[in-house]
């Protein structure tokens, strides 16, 4: 079952810094029946008619029999080889009467529309219909992603934004792919780049890829207000909706937020939950969209302070959550395990339910635990003060002020209420990081996991069933 490029491809995607291919969907092929307004491709008997005054690029791909053909102002047709058009005198058989047929109107597609297009973390799961889920930002390329219009196809879109430029690392055009900048500069001001590309903004390519292995940010917040104009949120049902950084909805489901240390590499733990979680039949319907987010940080959730980068999973499964929740817990316990040799610090999560990881630790745990224990050791004064005064009215030798304050002291310093000023989390030896005991066996499963890694060739894969775009 283990086949050489699978283990190649994994190779490959260990070194590999953060960076995901980026798909247009559309296309304005002439053989695609959803270009034209009778939701077929025109036969032999068939009148054929552009808009006027649009300006199109059009890929045939084969030859095609019409009645009569209307040709837009501007525009080209990109023949395949063995492309063309003949005309049939008559009726065609099989074809009819004949209709008139109009070529849609793609001049409103826009480059921000996140639904216009498809993620994934490689050429080949492109190809094999690997697709990710993504926030609506990290769905539209970023700064570092790779843009590829299908091989085997023409499109039109429209860029513009309120930047002049939309800089990513290369675009690929039927089948040729620009990382040049002057290159593609050439390609983007020629004749059929200024058919496919239309709109104020200049896109270019050559920007650096993401050099980071924990991932970078998308580059999109600035576009936020465009990508989201293209979005009809949907209502929700759920007790408490969640709203994921970089997205333009409030969701049901699950957010597990990752704290990363230098080791993390986005890729592969991406990897690791797909191979790990995502093939379970019972996570069939999750959606997971992973990606590195600039978090605002809170000071006891109340007092913001400056932005800090994290890794936000975003776990969706349609209508109740309940499968997102429980995949949250996994990932939770995962990392318990395995974090300090996947390079996590710390995870928690937040669920629609209303339900969190909050009860189980971390810093904003303790944080929690000290103040109810010093809230704690202040009512248990209170209480002996008054304990103490009562004692004061039933014994009547009882003496002066001073031996009172005595007694306070005694409570305060020594004594049984010391203890509720020892935080629990410090006492356990076992909370504490054993070096030894982790490093032993955690570096075995660094091995194991990179050779989880290498089944690569796993269900999902072979029976070409994952679609987790939805
Ligand atoms: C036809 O176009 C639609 C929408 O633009 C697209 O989703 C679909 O994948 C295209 N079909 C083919 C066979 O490329």
Sequence with gaps: MLKTPDVLLLLFLVGAADALYKQWIADTNYENKTNWDKGAVPCGSDTVQFPAQRKVSVFVETAHAVREMRLP???????????????VNGQEPGCGAG????FKDSESLQWFNPALWKVAATPSDLQNGNFLFSVHEESVPC???????????????????????????????LGKVFDSRSEFFQYFSSRSGRLQFHGSSAVTVGNPGCGDPSGCDCGNSVNHQRICSTITCTSLSCKKPLVPVQHCCEVCGA???IHYAARFNLQTYRERIRHLFLILPQYKSIQ?????????????????FGASP???VVILDGENGTQSEALAWDILKDVRSHGSNLGIVEAEFQASSGSSSDQSGGNAGMVVGVVFGVLLVISLIIIIVVLIQRGVIQMPSMPSLSSLRNNVNVGEVGGPLDHGYDNPIFDKPNMMPDIPTLYGPEVNNSISMTQTGVHFVNPVYDENETDFTA
């Design 73 to 87: 102002a501007d525009g080209e047709f990109i023949l395949n080889s063995g492309a063309g058009f003949y005309v």
């Design 255 to 257: 957010i597990v937020t």
């Design 143 to 173: 700064l570092y992603d790779d843009v590829v219009f299908k091989a085997l196809s023409s499109f039109r879109v429209d860029t513009s934004s309120s930047q002049s430029i939309i800089p990513v690392k290369s675009v690929s055009v």
């Design 310 to 312: 994290e890794i936000q």
């Design 99 to 102: 209709v008139t047929t109009q």
């Design 288 to 304: 997971l969209g992973m990606s590195k987010v600039m978090k605002s940080q809170q000071l006891m959730r109340v007092i913001p």
